[in-house]
């Protein structure tokens, strides 16, 4: 791997401040982290630490107050389809079918030089990968919320982006879907080889997807704790994971940190 490649995205110094109209918030500071092509991080901390306005940097939906955000060489200026982004309510058009939705963004990154036939191709092609296929001509009120989450997947990942930026996408799903897409995105990503960061409050979902787990302090001024390497081969299995000291090692890890080092101020209180 050349140098490019293990600093796909390099984060230097990055501090951000909110001005609210109690006066400047310091939301993050002190941010200093790479992540090289092809690797999943994921960020975890306490509720308000910082871990979306991070994710948002990077994604270019927000500039930093100090420091410098790098992907593939460039600085970040701004959001762009390289750097996709899944978020939790997946902000979907509700009244289109599944196809028009992951077709709205095909068209717009892919339109000046493709053919309608490779537009189409494109977006069966996404369709296809999250599993839904039969679900083309489905309209987003007709499908349950896991499926609305494939279709949000699938729409950032047919743009084809070097980096796929997650925002607790399967935050609001019951237990058993969201072990599902779990599985489904580990597939996925094994297969687009994708460079992955991905925001969520879930131990386990850290432990099961991460190449590195990135802990956050509580805020204000928050900024990286500790990284936690997660020494597990792939493809992985949730079943035989469970009984997998190294799992397990890596789980009680991330809950000392939270809840030991970083226990909440109003849960230490
Ligand atoms: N636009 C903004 N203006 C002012 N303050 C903000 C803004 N966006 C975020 N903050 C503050 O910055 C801090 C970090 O917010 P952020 O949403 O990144 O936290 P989070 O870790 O993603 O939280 P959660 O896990 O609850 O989603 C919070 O204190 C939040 O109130």
Redesign the pocket.
């Given at each position: 791997m050349d140098e490019l490649q293990k600093k796909f995205i390099d984060i230097t110094g990055v501090e951000m401040a909110?001005h609210?109209k109690k006066g400047v918030?310091p939301?993050l500071q002190g941010i200093d982290l790479t992540v090289s092509k092809g690797e999943f991080i994921t960020l975890i901390?306490?509720?308000?630490?910082?871990?979306?306005?991070?994710l948002n940097l990077i994604a270019g939906l927000l500039k930093p107050t100090a420091g410098l955000l790098i992907c593939a060489g460039r600085e970040i200026g701004g959001p762009s389809p390289e750097r996709a982004v899944v978020f939790q309510n997946h902000s979907l058009l509700p009244w289109l079918t599944c196809y028009e939705n992951i077709h709205l963004g095909v068209e717009r990154v892919f339109s000046g030089a493709e053919s309608r036939a490779q537009l189409r191709e494109r977006t069966m092609d996404a369709l296809a990968l999250v599993g839904l296929t039969s679900a083309e001509t489905k309209r987003l009120h007709e499908i349950s919320g896991g499926m609305k989450q494939r279709v949000g997947i699938a729409r950032a990942l047919a743009m084809q982006p070097k980096v796929l930026l997650m925002d607790?996408p399967f935050g609001a799903l019951d237990a058993l879907t969201r072990a599902h897409l779990q599985d489904e995105l580990l597939k996925i990503v094994a297969a687009t080889k994708s460079t992955v960061v991905m925001?969520t409050?879930d131990v386990d979902e850290a432990v099961l997807l991460s190449d590195r787990i990135v802990m956050?302090t509580n805020?204000?001024a928050a900024t990286i704790g500790e990284i936690i390497a997660v020494e597990l081969e792939r493809p992985r299995d949730r079943v035989a994971l469970a009984q997998d000291a190294r799992y397990t090692e890596h789980r009680r890890q991330v809950l000392e940190f939270l809840y030991r080092k970083q226990a909440h101020p109003a849960v230490a209180a």
């Open positions: 909110f609210t918030f939301a901390g306490h509720s308000g630490c910082g871990k979306s306005t991070l607790e925001v409050h956050l805020g204000p």
